[in-house]
């Protein structure tokens, strides 16, 4: 009996099997064992026997060398493969389902039937339970890893079965109730049979058909072998045969001597004459009701009353008929059907009033044992009889309440709509009906501690607002759980985080939501909590496609967040380009990004500050974040604009290094890129023309100040005379060639020399036609707007003013550096009234440079210039550097 529910039967002295070809004992050597030493035997480790059948082989086996070294080989192929190799415990497989999610969501993005992406976000789920669950039939990873898989799988199960939930109850909801049969809306007709008047009553109302979607997705999840015990049994039952056997041989009973058992064996015997069975047999009664109450929780009532026949209780199987909805068919036969005369069989129970109030009876009896009362209350509504039970789960309480609500409302509407007189139930029947509010307000008070945390638990919480259609109160609840994670001492973890964006965005998708603003900020601060663990993960696709689902203000913040974490330039790449896929505002996220690292306090690095000519660290990052404005060309004027912020700071740090490496990030062509998108200089905006400007003037600044450090090192490369040798007490030969070669050391020197100063005053010259260039620059001089007709737009969001200051003092610090350089550079090539007619430059009033000078720099250039007019009276000349005349 290969498909047998059954274990094999346990052997006994009382009875042999009914089938057995002889009764006799002559050479039986068979043992009976007590319940608790058979459970012992059968909890036996399989693992534990297949180590000793193998060491007993291997006894019975010769050995030899190769054997050996074959037998180890062996041995070492049972062990993992990475035992050692699995520091993440199996968190790659559950971390998968966030990608293999967003590419669910992302092939769908077109597709109007977002109940098929339900079933795919199920599978993708299911497949890494059976990944797990490999897994840890290998061995993976040891106890520990085993242990912690199979937490996971528990927590993966349960997120299933949510995903079941929803599927079923949003297919009624979006399918069913929105595409009403029209023949169904004036409710069940008068005078129909019991099966047609709840057929049409389930077409008809939703809540019932609700509540049986509810019940049937708690039956299938019902986890049955963690409540069932295996039944014993062999190929022909009978039933209580132990009890039979001691009632024919009461003289020569091995068990139950001394202990009085019934003397019938109709059903009712045990209760009506108040005695026991014998004590095997009420071990099986007790484990045939556990499996048939196990059945009907499980929704398998076919199954259970096989068990029943199977068991040889066939009365059993009788009372679990009792439930039937009657129906006659021979009333709904057509007219050619009568003619044959063919009467169809029945069905259902015709006295199921009767047999419903025997039932009542039965569950509310003490008498019987609970699995009994339990089976009976579920099919009569008595919810103590199931509460007896199904007291220590969220989901068997909730069962038992719906099974006893639907049965409420069924026999409502039959006694309601069928003529025929039907025997009353009592009022503790009728007052037991509830809503699915109180039914919910009572598991969260319950007695039994796990009912009452799991329906406090987020997962609990989510299941009871789908069934119960809140979506408001949904999020409401869900964003405490945010406002709370950052004090809990278990915030929402990122798979949490990702069931409940999924569930707001499908509820999003269908229409669930309100147009509220306060409920549309609340779905959006959940997937925006989404994208924050995405972000932590650092896959730019995801991030961009849930980040293009939010408000613009908010998707720039998130991305440019993401983008502000990338440091290599190949990422930032495909970041931008994910972004671009998915529709986001690069523009915005790029500037956002750029701003906030330019403007963020970077904490001190560890090894102090960087040498003298040297770029931080801090610093490198803020110049390579100007790598993701330079993707657009549409950008080219916030890269500008971005680079002249960063050039103004760094240049009143005296951090010229920066500066440059700032510059060396614009392309080169920016000028002309700006002048093909605007179309000409002319229709240039108000910002870009500054911008273009300060642009140029950094560009004169960097090249005066790198011809005058090239001057400056050719200053100190000035060739150095021969040093003359003392002569010694030499031969007149010797002499001779010491003078020649002296000789030519020193026209060597002259030519060095010569060569020198020709490059020397080569180089004063760009020098001075470089450091003029920053002191005369054009357009009201350097570091100055050029003449527009009014502030760019938005001129308090882009700090103008403020701007404005920052290039004050700039042209305060530098234009004064820049006069004494120049100054130094025509001093040392001897042009002294040209350093005095750099006096007429500044006190010039078309540029006005004397107005960046404090009275301490007006003071040092004065000073400067009066040693170049001491210079020129030495040379016989007036101090301006005119000649002097009689």
Not at 539 to 552: C, D, M, S, T, V
Not at 742 to 764: C, D, F, G, I, P
Not at 769 to 776: E, K, P, Q, R, T
């Amino acid at each position: 009996m290969a498909d047998s529910p059954f274990q094999p039967r346990r052997s006994t002295l009382l009875r042999p099997p009914l089938n057995s070809t002889t009764n006799s004992n002559a050479h039986n050597l068979s043992i009976t064992l007590l319940p608790e030493e058979q459970e012992m035997l059968s909890n036996t480790s399989a693992t534990a026997l297949g180590l000793l059948s193998r060491l007993h082989h291997r006894a019975n086996t010769t050995i030899n060398a190769n054997d050996v070294s074959n037998l180890s080989m062996a041995d070492s192929s049972l062990m993992p493969d990475n035992m050692d190799d699995d520091a993440d415990r199996g968190r790659s497989k559950t971390d998968m389902l966030f990608v293999q999610f967003f590419e669910v969501l992302q092939s769908h993005s077109n597709d109007t039937n977002t109940l098929d992406v339900i079933q795919q976000l199920l599978q993708a789920c299911r497949q890494a339970v059976e990944q797990l669950e490999q897994e840890i039939e290998r061995g993976v990873g040891g106890a520990q890893g085993s242990k912690q898989r199979e937490a996971s799988i528990e927590w993966l199960k349960l997120e299933i079965n949510t995903w079941c939930l929803l599927h079923a109850l949003y297919y009624d909801r979006i399918l069913m109730q929105t595409q009403p049969d029209e023949e169904m809306l004036d409710g069940p007709s008068l005078g129909a049979s019991e099966k047609e008047v709840i057929q049409q009553l389930y077409a008809a109302n939703a809540q019932l058909r609700e509540y049986q979607l509810v019940v049937d997705w708690l039956e299938k999840s019902y986890d049955q072998d963690a409540q069932t015990k295996a039944l014993y049994s062999h190929d022909r039952m009978m039933a209580w045969e132990n009890t039979l056997f001691q009632l024919e041989n009461l003289q020569g009973a091995a068990f139950g001597r001394g202990h009085e058992i019934c003397k019938q064996l109709d059903p009712d015997a045990p209760v009506r004459e108040g005695k026991p069975l014998h004590a095997l047999d009420m071990e099986d009664n007790q484990r045939l009701g556990r499996a048939i109450f196990a059945g009907v929780r499980n929704g398998q009532i076919d199954k259970a009353l096989k068990l029943c026949k199977h068991y040889g209780q066939t009365w059993r199987a009788a009372i679990l008929e009792g439930w039937r909805l009657y129906e006659d068919p021979n009333y709904e036969q057509d007219v050619a059907d009568t003619e044959k005369h063919e009467k169809l069989p029945i069905e259902g129970n015709p006295r199921r009033d009767v047999w419903k109030r025997c039932a009542w009876m039965l569950a509310d009896s003490k008498k019987y044992d609970e699995y009994t009362r339990a089976t009976a209350g579920m099919f009569c509504g008595h919810l103590d009889a199931l509460k007896c039970l199904l007291s220590s789960s969220w989901q068997d309480s909730l069962w038992a309440h719906l099974k006893v609500q639907i049965d409420i409302r069924v026999e409502s509407e039959i006694r309601s709509n069928c003529l025929k007189r039907y025997h009353p139930m009592p009022d503790e029947y009728w007052n037991g009906k509830m809503t699915l509010e109180q039914i919910f307000d009572e598991l969260t008070v319950a007695k039994d501690v796990a009912v009452r945390d799991y329906a406090q638990s987020q997962l609990g919480v989510i299941q009871q607002h789908i069934i119960l259609d809140s979506c408001g109160e949904l999020l409401q609840h869900m964003c405490r759980w945010l406002d709370a994670a950052p004090k809990d001492a278990t915030p929402v973890s990122p798979h949490q985080l990702r069931i409940m964006a999924h569930i707001v965005l499908f509820m999003r998708e269908i229409g669930r939501m309100d147009q509220q603003p306060q409920q549309q900020q609340q779905a959006e601060r959940i997937v925006a909590a989404y994208v924050e663990v995405l972000i932590q993960r650092g896959e730019p696709q995801p991030i961009a496609y849930y980040a293009a689902g939010l408000p613009n203000k908010l998707q720039v913040q998130l991305y440019a967040k993401y983008l502000m974490q990338l440091d290599q330039k190949r990422p930032r790449e495909l970041a931008l380009e994910a972004a671009l896929h998915a529709g986001l505002d690069v523009e915005q996220i790029t500037k956002h990004a750029v701003e906030s690292i330019r403007l963020g306090n970077s904490p001190p690095s560890a090894l102090g500050e960087p040498q003298t000519g040297k770029i931080s660290a801090t610093d490198k990052r803020r110049i390579q974040a100007l790598e993701y404005l330079t993707h657009l060309t549409e950008q080219r004027g916030e890269l500008l604009w971005q680079a002249n912020a960063m050039m103004r700071v760094y240049l009143a740090s005296k951090k010229l290094e920066c500066v440059r490496q700032v510059f060396a990030m614009v392309p080169s062509d920016v000028p002309t890129q700006l002048i093909s998108i605007y179309g000409s200089l002319e229709h240039l905006p108000p910002r870009e023309e500054c911008s273009l400007k300060e642009y140029l003037c950094y560009k004169i600044y960097l090249a005066g100040v790198d011809r005058f450090n090239d001057w400056l090192r050719l200053q100190q490369k000035r060739p150095q005379p021969p040093q003359a040798q003392t002569r010694k007490t030499m031969s007149g030969q010797d002499k001779f060639t010491e003078r020649m070669n002296e000789q030519h050391k020193e026209q060597t020197y002259r030519n060095e020399l010569a060569r020198w100063e020709q490059l020397v005053a080569e180089q004063s010259k760009l020098t001075i036609d470089a450091l003029y260039n920053v002191l005369l620059f054009p357009e009201k001089g350097w570091l100055t707007d050029p003449f527009t007709a009014k502030q760019p737009e938005n001129a308090a969001g882009l700090n103008w003013d403020h701007r404005k200051l920052q290039m004050e003092k700039l042209r305060s610090i530098c234009l004064p550096e820049m006069a004494l350089l120049l100054h130094e550079v025509m001093m040392k090539s001897g042009d002294y009234a040209s350093c005095v007619r750099l006096a007429d430059e500044i006190a010039d009033e078309r540029r006005q440079l004397y107005k960046v000078y404090t009275k301490h720099n007006i003071a040092e250039l004065l000073s400067k210039i009066a040693e170049s007019s001491l210079e020129l009276l030495n040379t016989k000349v007036d101090p301006w550097g005119y000649a002097i005349t009689a």
